[in-house]
């Protein structure tokens, strides 16, 4: 089957005479928060790996490269093939990937090991995001930005309470800790078989009567095409190198620098966390009022001041500092995502597992070469470096102006 002929959002009716489709994608944008949780819980409890197994900063960049490499380079293969082939259960494989990811970190007992079970919990987010971000789309009713952005704040939140679930669970047991995150697992698979019923009944009725999708944006050529997916691969990859300069090394700022226990610096990072998190459901509404173009603009050039001032301050402005800068730049990603499947809307699952593999493969290469970085000057060295990736967003001048269907 052409992913052309299911790409297309759908009414209630076509799908199950009383589901309704914000369920749906209630469920989605939940089943996100989960598996986006488990994710954050690497990074939140580097510091007790780090005292455990004496790691240097670039080994546990290396953990970093290994939750995020493999996932950049499975997504846009399995957006692309389920474009043409759907497969309604493959996000119940994807979290089942993450649980037996989780399982091995919290047993495991070397450092080969840790990159082991890191790369298996990469693989199950391989799978979920470009098929659950299709879903979205599909589960939207007419309004694509509003359920990309909402998809993508439970992710964000997630992301956001990772630090706090490691703080309050996973911290005062140590490694072993990471075995109390299976409830999360559970409850996602749950929800996502669910999802995946649901799914399988699009598709039936998607076989008897199919509705066409042209491959490309109508009215922009495809040079023009061309030209606007690179820039939003470049758009991409300055926010992603920034982001990750923050999820990764943040705490590690905050400790080296100014002192910062670990338990505190842990909930400074859920706050930038969940600006984040606010940031990415306001721009999703923004896009929608005022272009995703102008959107994407304004958030990966609006924060460079605050950023190229952030490394210059004492601990009060940092914290106050890095709270708007994850606000704005979280407008960029949902607006990216439309953006593209706008472009190219017969290839909703290639568009997303390339936005998504990108963001993945960007951190986990950025990771490693921060973290060399580090090692070979200073945590702050590497904040100050990372301070003029905003200013590619002027790059965003390039992208041609989309009708936003209302």
Known sequence: MSGNTETQPIDASQANGDRNLFQILLMLTLAHGLNDVLQAIIPAVYPILRDSYSLTFTQIAGITFATQVPAALLQPVIGWWTDRKPHPYALLAGMTFTTVGIVGLALTNSYPGILFFASVLAIGSAIFHPEASRLARLSSNG??????SLFQVGGNLGSSLGPVVAALIVLPFGQRGLLWMMGFSFVGLWTLCRVSRWYAHHLEIVKKS???TSPISPGV??????????VLMVL???????IVCLTSFYTFYLIDRFGVATEHAQYILFAYLFATAVGTIVGGMLGDRFGRRRIIWASILGPAPLALLLPHVGLTWTILLS????FVMAWAFSAIVVYGQELLPGR?????GLSFGLAFGVAGVAAVFLGQLAD?????HVFFVCSFLPLLGVTAGALPELTIKK
């Open 221 to 230: 050529s495809a040079t023009r095409i061309r030209v606007a997916i690179a």
């Open 210 to 212: 199919p509705i066409r």
């Open 348 to 352: 909703v699952g290639m568009i997303s």
């Open 376 to 380: 070979a000057t200073s945590i702050e």
């Open 143 to 148: 309004r694509p930005g509003f359920a990309q």
């Open 236 to 242: 991409l990859f300055s926010k992603f190198v920034y």
């Open 323 to 326: 709270i708007p800068i994850g």
